[in-house]
């Protein structure tokens, strides 16, 4: 069913590792994973898991210490300065906080009109004017917004400038770090619509990354958990909140805070999360999560498991699902 | 509802107003609260609409000026904190009231190793202090830290804070808490800045020592599913005064305020099917707030009485109450 044709970002065995004084830190150790054309592909992770720096490897801020990112049949594992222009213009971010990733001295028509400039997609000031409203207007924001500066406008706000910049120069895949992490729920409900919306729009495909799974699954189609740089688990969203295979997975699910009953049921009750992420610069031996694991076995103290899949499209790593 | 004994601590009418530059914020406007002995109460509403103020004013914190308290009465068992001695106030902090704070790392002193800000904390909390012997504080400090179930306490204590965890952090702030508290516990976002497997176990962790204590908490989230599993009543607060008060079970079945209800839809659901509309616009500015209701520029059902009158609490149920001029006449 998945052929090479619709898959628009391949990662394979990605590492990216950081040389600090304490030691090597393996921050993302040999994930792989596909963006289908025109899908949501959800990135879930607790802090330190690496979920930001895949993001930031793609889009070129990082060199991979390892692997490949192929977008669409094209080799793209090193950093930005060394892509191509075009290739520049596809690829896409939205930061978590949009307080720091928008300049505080830089009018909303400033930040906006450097990409116009840059990729050359407006050619005189007039046009470069009234591609800004209409970007403005697509993100439903008054166009006199124009000539605020960020720290004039709410929060939500500034995270509709972000996302109005990312789409100026009309990228087909996103990359959404925790767009809404740093929001009230009624406003990141409205940025939330707001993205599907345009999804459908301009075909994107979006890569989202987050740490919420309530949210994960009314956006995303597929879902990939990573754990101390390391994919644990992949699976359609649909599947992975009926059926979660990983230990952690479950532990994760049956974590999150609910508003009703129905949802209560979907979460395993039998596992109680326990202890902490470790520091990447000290990872376990093993496979990394049996410190925390509720159902380790003595293979797991010594063997990394392998990726194995269990039924078509899920994916899980852990000794329990090998045989 | 009648045997019951008096409340533990009562809010009426509580105003809160911030000079600043541009003109006087007015925060608070009019807050009625009430916790029951033994009750876990809710607090949810979104960013900057109060609830953090509100429990300043409560543990007498704020800074005056610029905060002032024109009118308003906070009762913590039958007697108004705003009108207490230093003494008095100090012997509250010390043996009834105790606070967390939402961010853990900015609550302990980074300078000050763990050990001498728990001690601390002991000294304090035991009046007879200064007879206490060095080593019957430690005994106590350690103590509470295995309460909160932190392995390793005694090297705990020698830690600066930067050298533990989020969740560690937190824990530490907990027990320091927990060192004097024996009437209510106020826990301020406990786990916002943390990752939702360490969120959960904090608060279980509240939930369990609770328990054992029958101590009442007050519960402060902007996530409505963080109080949902923890909380006998929840109040729902925006812009500086509560809009709806019920059961947890009633509020999360049957909200009322059209405010409750958007912040309902607006949550993400494990059950998928998409996220609801949100809410248009966002919090006022509070030098010149909207008049008669706050949440009427907001409001889809807004009718003309919201704007010139200020709705007061409506009964709609038993225990049950709703701050909308849409339910004056509900039955």
């Given at each position: 069913m998945i052929t090479l044709v619709n898959i628009i970002l391949n990662i394979g065995q990605l590492k990216k590792y950081f040389v600090t004084r304490q030691g090597i830190v393996?921050?993302?150790?040999?994930i792989s994973f596909f963006v289908e054309e025109g899908e949501t592909f959800g990135l879930v992770g607790e802090s330190g898991s690496g979920k930001s720096t895949v993001a930031y490897t793609v889009v070129g801020m990082y060199r991979p210490t390892e692997g490949k990112i192929i977008y669409r049949r094209e080799?793209?594992?090193?950093e930005s300065k060394n892509r191509s222009h075009t290739m520049k213009k596809e690829i896409q971010i939205v930061f978590q906080d949009p307080g720091t990733s928008?300049?505080?001295?830089?009018?909303i028509k400033q930040i906006l009109e450097m990409p116009l400039k840059v990729h050359n997609i407006s050619k005189n000031h007039k046009d470069r004017i009234a591609k800004i409203k209409e970007l403005l207007e697509m993100v439903q924001l008054?166009?006199?917004?124009?000539?605020?500066?960020?720290?004039?406008?709410g929060g939500g706000e500034k995270q509709m400038v972000a996302i109005a910049r990312a789409l100026t120069t009309n990228p087909s895949l996103v990359l959404l770090d925790?767009?809404?992490?740093?929001?009230?729920v009624s406003v990141q409900a409205k940025i939330i619509n707001m993205l599907i919306q345009f999804q459908k729009k301009f075909k994107l495909s979006y890569l989202f990354i987050t740490h919420d799974l309530s949210l994960m699954r009314n956006v995303a189609s597929r879902v990939a958990i990573m754990y101390l740089g390391k994919i644990c688990e992949i699976a359609s969203s649909s599947d992975f909140f009926k059926n979660p295979l990983h230990p952690y997975t479950q532990m994760l699910l049956s974590s999150i805070p609910v508003i009703s009953d129905e949802e209560e049921e979907l979460k395993p009750k039998k596992i109680m999360s326990t202890g902490e992420i470790p520091s990447p610069v000290d990872v376990p031996s093993g496979c990394s999560f049996h410190l925390r694991?509720?159902?380790?076995?003595?293979i797991c103290f010594c063997e990394d498991p392998i990726m194995v899949e269990v039924s078509e499209g899920h994916t899980v790593r852990c000794h329990l699902y090998t045989k | 509802m009648n045997f019951m004994p008096k409340p533990l601590l009562e809010i009426k009418d509580l105003h809160v107003w911030f000079k600043v530059f541009g003109g006087?914020?007015?925060?608070?406007?009019g807050v009625n609260f009430i916790v029951w002995p033994g009750e876990k109460v809710g607090l949810v509403g979104e960013m900057g609409c109060g609830k953090t103020t509100t429990m300043k004013a409560i543990m007498r914190i704020l800074p005056i000026p610029p905060a002032m308290v024109p009118k308003g009465e906070i009762l913590f068992k039958g007697k108004d904190i705003l009108q207490m001695g230093q003494t008095e106030l100090q012997q509250i902090r010390r043996r009834e009231i105790s606070m967390i704070f939402q961010d853990p790392t900015a609550a302990l002193?980074?300078?000050?190793t763990i050990g001498t800000q728990l001690q601390d904390a002991v000294r304090f909390a035991e009046?007879?202090?200064?007879?206490?012997e060095k080593e019957d504080i430690r005994t106590r400090a350690i103590q509470v830290l295995k309460e909160v179930s932190l392995p390793d306490a005694e090297r705990v204590l020698q830690n600066?804070?930067?050298?533990?965890s989020g969740g560690m952090r937190q824990r530490v702030c907990i027990s320091m808490a927990l060192?004097?508290?024996?009437?209510l516990l106020i826990a301020d976002?406990?786990?916002?800045?943390?990752?939702v497997t360490i969120k959960d176990q904090i608060l279980r962790l509240l939930r369990e020592l609770a328990e054992k204590r029958s101590t009442s908490i007050i519960l402060i989230s902007h996530a409505l599913g963080a109080v949902r599993g923890m909380t006998d009543r929840i109040y729902v607060m925006y812009a500086g005064s509560m809009v709806e008060v019920a059961k947890t079970k009633d509020l999360f079945a049957h909200p009322l305020h059209p405010y409750s209800q958007g912040l309902l839809t607006a949550t993400p659901r494990l059950t998928g099917g998409g996220i609801g509309e949100g809410i248009d616009g966002h919090i006022p500015?509070?030098?010149s707030p909207p008049t008669g209701c706050r949440f009427h520029p907001r409001c889809?059902?807004?009718?003309?009485?919201c704007k010139d009158k200020k709705p007061p609490f409506f009964k709609v149920g038993e225990n049950h109450e709703v701050a909308c001029f849409l339910f004056q006449n509900y039955r």
């Open positions: 393996k921050a993302v150790d040999g080799d793209i594992s090193r928008l300049n505080p001295t830089r009018s008054p166009v006199d917004y124009m000539y605020k500066y960020p720290s004039m406008i925790e767009p809404t992490s740093a929001l009230d694991c509720p159902k380790k076995m003595d | 006087i914020l007015k925060v608070l406007d002193n980074p300078v000050f009046k007879s202090g200064r007879n206490t600066y804070s930067l050298q533990l060192v004097s508290t024996n009437e976002e406990p786990g916002t800045s943390l990752d500015e509070y030098i889809k059902q807004a009718m003309p009485i």
